[in-house]
């Protein structure tokens, strides 16, 4: 079956960097989203990977190995308004996205 | 602003009624999609549509319908509802359906409904 596993909760200091890891298992693969949700909000897109290595976006870069099945979100200089859920979503053989059910990410001061 | 606008915002609704929740989009997307959110779970995907005329069943399909009678409007219709559809509605929209990866989708702020 098809699946996508990722942290419940994590919790990390204002400033500090925090990485959230995903690893996956689809029918055929098409490239790894992650997306931003704040409490209430609706998500919001922030990266996409399709090949291996690392894109960097400001202060957020999302990793992927295809081999390993495997991508993290990694955060730096991290302020307060990035306490959110951050859902990790796979494309799969049939350009269909299967969700995680999120990482809440706690941030204290 | 362009995007998604859902209707209504929240919805307490009894048992075996029917419900209509409105999906509007501006930004002229071929493809809309209906996703349901529930705690503990990752979205999951009720119906969508890959262009104007055309739907299609997701993961979650039971209890639920839609229409894409045009380009920019996506209604989610439950016929008779029942307490295990209270859950937050999504209603999203991308650029191209398939055939790329790069497949970004935006979001609406979502539709609350309760079925007691």
């Known amino acids: ?109 | 602003t362009a995007g998604i606008t859902q209707a209504p915002t929240s919805q307490i609704l009894a048992a075996g009624r029917s419900m209509t929740l409105r999906c509007t989009q501006d930004m002229r997307h071929n493809a809309m999609y209906w996703y349901r959110q529930d705690l503990g779970l990752g979205l999951r995907l009720i119906h969508y549509s890959n262009t104007a005329g055309t739907t299609g069943k997701g993961e979650v399909p039971d209890g639920y319908s839609v229409s894409r009678a045009n380009t920019d409007d996506f209604p989610l219709t439950l016929a008779s509802a029942v307490p295990s559809q209270t859950s937050v509605y999504f209603c999203a929209s991308s650029d191209s359906s398939g055939g790329s990866g790069a497949n970004v989708l935006t979001f609406g702020a979502g539709s609350r409904l309760t079925v007691l």
């Open chain 1, 1 to 109: 079956g098809q699946n996508i596993d990722q942290p419940t909760e994590m919790t990390a200091t204002e400033g500090a960097i925090v990485q959230i890891n995903c690893t996956y298992q689809t029918s055929g693969f098409n490239g790894l989203f992650w997306y931003q949700q704040h409490a209430g909000e609706a998500p919001t897109f922030l990266s996409y990977n399709v090949l291996d290595g690392l894109e960097e976006k400001g202060r957020f870069s999302s990793f992927l190995s295809r081999s390993k099945g495997y991508s993290y979100l990694l955060l730096k200089e991290l302020q307060m308004k990035d306490s959110a859920s951050y859902l990790c979503a796979a494309c799969d053989s049939n350009y269909q996205l299967i969700w995680g059910a999120g990482t809440k990410l706690i941030i204290k001061p």
